[in-house]
């Protein structure tokens, strides 16, 4: 192989060394393999599982006043996610499926990365979820907060 190709690690033709993706099966070069909607709306729902009884139990405490159980769910939620992330790089339920955050160069995200991530979380649910849904039909199975933060999910190996 010469120094102006690369190998696709998946059909192992020569491709171009500046190209991204396969000219034959459109995989990305890089090696990383990206996780799709599924296994991510998978790991996301067991997320949900393991915080539904915390926030249960916040919302008996505080509910005689409901700004301060939901500002209480929205902390517990935010340290959860934002701990997870900044450090495991993934949340246990993307762990459980060996999924792993990072940025879209392969390096680990960092605390600045995480915070942009979880606003683009927050606009991935104000636009009803399209946000989410992108994953399915990009390339590069990225959703609006994998956008906004310059990450890609894949399977950790």
Known sequence: ???DSRTCPYCS?????????????????????HAGFWIRFAAIFID???????????????SGD?????????LLNLGYVLGF??????TPGKMIFGLKIVRRDGEEIGPSTAVARYVGY?????????GFLMIAFSREKRGLH?????TIVVRNR
């Open 66 to 74: 409901l700004g301060t159980g939901l500002a209480l769910q929205l």
């Open 13 to 33: 033709t020569l491709n171009s060394a500046t190209a991204s993706y396969c000219s034959d099966c459109g995989k990305d070069l890089s090696g990383l393999e």
């Open 1 to 3: 192989m010469t120094t």
């Open 48 to 62: 949900g599982l393991i915080l539904i009884i915390p926030n249960i139990i916040i919302s008996a405490i505080a």
């Open 85 to 90: 992330w900044m450090s495991n790089g993934a």
């Open 146 to 150: 994998d956008l906004v933060a310059d």
């Open 122 to 130: 927050i606009l991935s649910w104000i636009t009803f979820g399209i």
